[in-house]
């Protein structure tokens, strides 16, 4: 396996790097360091030659490898540069059979930007057809061994379950999160998350599933109240991961897209898994 690590040079892609760089050490895989000219003003906008075939990127993702090996002697790391827009790049590459995976930080070196508002990272998990880590904005404990899987009873949630344990193989015990309106039956929700705790069981050899549902307190899903209660579940779950299926709009977005005239603006702090479209 193949990981693909975009880096700004930014703290937070510094992050995602050294995640991806543990995930690859437990699972004998190997790195791509990705750099491309056009995401971050490095090497460009400071009078540097742009034909100079020695940018200050091409030293600093020389440098970020040879940080990394110093630390994890045993994977092996590639690096590549190109002045391609960062998101086709990565179209490109996850197109190309030659990846399975992607991991890369919540935000780059725009601290205003966030995962929720349009960015760089939303736009690569929306689009990408082999699955994205993306990782909080902070050094993070590497574990893989709790799971959360956002849930509406979809098939394709089974298909996103089976994607993360295929790839990663590590998950010992998994938390369903459903947010269901509120002129819902809670007895109704509880039989059909005990289904699908029984479906998943049969499916995996995952053991230890247990289920847990809020009712919304607004009519309309989509509105403040649902991110507030995933937020809130998650910091009570506390999952090592969280698992989010692939829609016509990604979940996160449709989420947040209602959020943006608030100030809620929720940090990402749990790594999340999405699943290829």
């Not at 725009?110 to 929720?116: F, L, V």
Request: glycine share 2%; proline share 4%.
């Amino acid at each position: 396996m193949t990981i693909i690590v975009p880096t700004d040079f930014s703290e937070n892609s510094e992050y995602a790097a050294l995640y991806a760089c543990e995930l690859a050490q437990k699972k004998n895989a190997d790195i791509q360091l990705l750099h491309c000219y056009t995401s971050a003003s490095v090497g460009e906008d400071d009078g540097e030659d742009a034909d100079d075939p020695l940018l200050k990127a091409d030293l600093l993702i020389q440098e970020l490898k040879d940080r990394l090996m110093d630390r994890f002697p045993g994977v092996d790391i590639f690096i590549e540069s190109s002045r391609t827009l960062i998101v086709d790049k990565l179209t490109e590459m996850a197109n190309s059979g030659k990846f399975e995976l992607i991991v890369m930080g919540a935000s780059g070196s725009s601290k205003i930007k966030s995962i929720y508002y349009g960015s760089t990272t939303l736009a690569v998990a929306s689009k990408s057809n082999i699955p994205v880590i993306v990782i909080p904005n902070r050094d993070y404990a590497f574990q893989i061994k709790h799971v959360a899987l956002l849930t509406n009873f979809k098939h394709e949630e089974l298909d996103t379950l089976k994607a993360y344990l295929r790839l990663l193989d590590e998950a010992e015990s998994l938390s369903l999160i459903h947010v269901y309106k509120a002129n819902q039956k809670k007895e109704n929700i509880q039989d059909s998350l005990n289904n699908w705790v029984y479906n998943i069981k049969e499916m995996t050899q995952l053991q230890h599933v247990q289920s847990f549902a809020e009712p919304v307190q607004k009519e309309d899903e989509e509105l403040d109240s649902v991110p507030e209660m995933v937020d809130k579940m998650i910091q009570e779950i506390n999952p090592d991961m969280i698992l989010v299926t692939p829609s016509r709009k990604t979940f996160f977005e449709r989420l947040f897209s209602s959020s943006v005239s608030k100030a809620l603006a929720l940090e990402l702090n749990k790594p999340a898994f999405f699943d290829k479209i």
